[in-house]
Each structure stands twice: as structure tokens, then as C-alpha cells.
């Protein structure tokens, strides 16, 4: 049974709890808190971070971090999910050190719940330009994931998607498409982009996509979750395992386009021997989830602003070498 699921890549695994139904606690609450759970031999100093859509999350000094949600019984389920996953992401890795490790003794303060993370060091992908290291750790990074015993996977996540039903997604897409250049967001009055779409997916239903698959997904590869060496681009950290579960790999393909744009991406599949109808299917799926994201927060009734810079941030490197480069306008523009 193949997917056409509206998840996006920062759904459908994730069960976590409104941040906004409870007033977060106190950076002076979650000092006192984090002396008790971590029993330091020195003050420790804690900020609120900017990051993180499901968590509240914190800075616990130098050395950790805390991922919190407020208290409820599935809110605390979810957080267990979490620390399993990570820690098997972790236990798989050649690298173990780009995924944070979750402590035992959990955050707990003022009706709010978190894991205690060990802190990665390193600065995002979107403040810096991929490299030939990033390349090959990304490789290195789908492959240790592709390798992880699926029913493993599986019980650490609960969660599995079938098989991404990419012709059902590219007739979505084309209405999405259609609905933002009608409400002025992009221009494309000759349709060609959507003609591109369905000559992709004429060209794909021609070939034999081989024997499908499932592995354990990240699910949410983007430039705010890789973190980077800045003197030579090799990835220190991958943040954010919250979405993951076990699917489709061309999942995980989108999120490398997403990333570091189609050419490095076709280099990261070559290294992962991914066949030349794999890294199209996933490129093509790549595009029908940037047009579908789009049109969500611009169309949609729920407005992401931070989402939506991220997702024209990353539109150049999804339709690399297409044509399509500059269709979208501005909101100045648009208006």
C-alpha cells in the first residue's frame, strides 16, 4: 500500500504536545531545576533557544541542552520515544558523536517535562556553504541509517509510513501549484512547471524502481538540524530526531536536497549507491513537498512565517538547474 499522506517533513511521527497551552517556566526555575538533575560543582548558566517547534528547549550551560514539553501522560511517552530513537540513532552511527546522547534523569520543573541532552557543538548548515565533507558525512549518514535492523527501528519509533505514492502526490502538487500562481505568489502563466512535473513522472512510471525497501528516517534533514565545522564543513551534529520513524528512504533523499541543493545531493546518492531512478523519484518527491509546504503556509489558514522563509530559502536548491529558479515573487510583490 503506497503513501499519499498531507504529513509534511516535520509531521507525521510526532505527537508531541502544544508548547503554547502551558507558560513556560522561568530561566531561573529551569537554573534550579538543572543543579538538581545534573548535581554540577558550579553554577550553571541557561538560555532560551529559538529553536525547536514541538519543544521548549533550553541551553543548560555549556554541556547540555533540554528539550521540554509540559507534563502529561503523552507528553512523557513521547519524550521516552524520543530519547529511544536518538540513542539508537546514536548507537548506529560510524560517527555516534553527531547525535547527542539523552541522559537517564530527565528536566522536570513547573508542570513542564524535558530530556537532558548532551550539548553538539558546531554552526548550522544555513550559515555556512556545504563542502565535499558535508557531502560524504551526509552519504555516511544515510547509509548507518539504511543499515539500522528495520524491526528495531520500528520499536524505538512506533511509527511507520508505507511507501510514498509519488503519483498521487505529483496530481496534488499541480493543483497546489496552480492555486499559488492564481493567488500571486509565483509566476507561471504557461503552466511550465507543472508540465515539467508530469513529464518526470511519465518518464519515471517507464522505468523499474526495483525492490522497495523501508528504513529508519530522520525525517526532518534541513539546514537548521545539521550543524557543521565551520573550518572545513564536516557535520558535527544532527538535531531534532523527533519526526523520525521507518519509511521511505526518498524521505531522507528530499531532506539532502533540501539541504545542500540537487547536484550535491545526485553526489550524496551516488556515495550511498542510490540508482539513477532512486535520485530522480526522490528529487521529484522533493519538489512536490517544497510546492505542498508552500502552499500550506501561504495558502493555508494556519501561517508559518519561519517555515515559509525557510521553505523560499530553500527553493533555489530544490529546482536547481530547472529554470524555475526565480518563480516565486515576494510578499511585496504578491500584494
Not at 543548560?60 to 519524550?79: F, M, N, Q, T, Y
Not at 513547573?110 to 552519504?139: M, V, Y
Amino acid at each position: 500500500m503506497e503513501n499519499d499522506d498531507e504529513s509534511s517533513r516535520s509531521s507525521g511521527s510526532s505527537n508531541h504536545s502544544n508548547t503554547e497551552e502551558l507558560e513556560e517556566p522561568t530561566i531561573e526555575a529551569v537554573q534550579i531545576a538543572a543543579r538538581k538533575a545534573l548535581n554540577p560543582d558550579h553554577d550553571i548558566a541557561c538560555r532560551r533557544f529559538a529553536e525547536g517547534t514541538h519543544h521548549a528547549v533550553y541551553a543548560i550551560g555549556d554541556d547540555h541542552v533540554a528539550r521540554c514539553l509540559p507534563i502529561s501522560e503523552k507528553a512523557i511517552k513521547s519524550l521516552r520515544r524520543d530519547g529511544a530513537v536518538q540513542n539508537l540513532a546514536k548507537r548506529s552511527m560510524s560517527k555516534p558523536d553527531i547525535v547527542s546522547e539523552v541522559l537517564e534523569t530527565p528536566l522536570i520543573v513547573d508542570g513542564w517535562q524535558g530530556n537532558l541532552e548532551r550539548r553538539l557543538h558546531g554552526i548550522c548548515l544555513q550559515d555556512s556553504q556545504p563542502t565535499a565533507k558535508t557531502e560524504a558525512d551526509l552519504a555516511q549518514l544515510l547509509i548507518d541509517l539504511r543499515a539500522v535492523d528495520v524491526g528495531e527501528a520500528l520499536a524505538a519509533t512506533a511509527y511507520q509510513e508505507s511507501k510514498v505514492n509519488i503519483k498521487a502526490r505529483v496530481g496534488k502538487t499541480i493543483r497546489a501549484w496552480e492555486e499559488l500562481v492564481q493567488k500571486g505568489h509565483a509566476v507561471d502563466p504557461e503552466a511550465k512547471l507543472s508540465s515539467m512535473l508530469k513529464e518526470k513522472l511519465e518518464g519515471l512510471s517507464k522505468v523499474s524502481e526495483g525492490l522497495y525497501q523501508p528504513a529508519l528516517l530522520h525525517a526532518d534533514i534541513n539546514t537548521e538540524n545539521v550543524l557543521v565545522d565551520p573550518k572545513d564543513g564536516s557535520i558535527t551534529g544532527v538535531l531534532d530526531w523527533s519526526d523520525a520513524f521507518v519509511g521511505d528512504p526518498c524521505v531522507e533523499f528530499s531532506g539532502v536536497i533540501f539541504a545542500i541543493g540537487v547536484e550535491g545531493a545526485r553526489r550524496v546518492g551516488e556515495k550511498v549507491g542510490l540508482s539513477a531512478v532512486e535520485i530522480e523519484r526522490g528529487w521529484l518527491y522533493t519538489m512536490t513537498e517544497m510546492i505542498r509546504d508552500l502552499r500550506k503556509c501561504l495558502c493555508g489558514e494556519k501561517r508559518d512565517e519561519h517555515l515559509t522563509m525557510l521553505l523560499k530559502g530553500e527553493w533555489g536548491r530544490v529546482f536547481e538547474g530547472t529554470g524555475f529558479e526565480g518563480l516565486l515573487r515576494s510578499e511585496r510583490s504578491a500584494a
